[in-house]
């Protein structure tokens, strides 16, 4: 079992940047590739990025490329997600997630998830 806690979020205006961390407590997290997630009221989670177990491949969603930046520290069981020219649209949750096998996109394949940290950006 691994548990997982997001800190980071905020209130910052567009064009600003955060960057969230998220905590695992288990003694595996170094066998997990590693996701965030986003969920805005009204919409589905959507896939936001992924780092594969070692940090050595990371990936993105189309509308985040050039702005966020996915990464990990094994050796603190933490992952990142440093979040720049930030955007209205970006308001949402952003939950992390961790899975076994390979590195996915969809939220059903990830077996572990955080409660979730509030990002608000206002215009």
């Known amino acids: 079992q691994e548990q997982l806690v997001e800190s980071g979020g905020g209130l910052v205006q567009a064009g600003g940047s955060l960057r969230l961390s998220c905590a695992a407590s288990?003694?595996?997290?170094?066998?997990?590739?590693m996701g965030w997630f986003s969920q805005a009221p009204g919409k589905e989670r959507e896939f936001v990025a992924g780092?594969?177990?070692?940090?050595?491949?990371?990936y993105y969603a189309n509308s985040v490329k050039g702005r966020f930046t996915i990464s990990r520290d094994n050796a603190k069981n933490t992952v990142y997600l440093q979040l720049n020219s930030l955007k209205p649209e970006d308001t949402a949750i952003y939950y992390c997630?961790?899975?076994?096998?390979?590195?996915?996109?969809?939220?059903?394949?990830?077996?572990?998830w955080g409660q979730g940290t509030q990002v608000t950006v206002s215009s």
């Open positions: 780092i594969t177990w070692n940090g050595g491949f990371a």
């Open positions: 288990g003694r595996t997290f170094s066998s997990y590739n």
């Open positions: 997630a961790a899975k076994f096998g390979p590195p996915g996109t969809r939220h059903y394949e990830y077996a572990y």
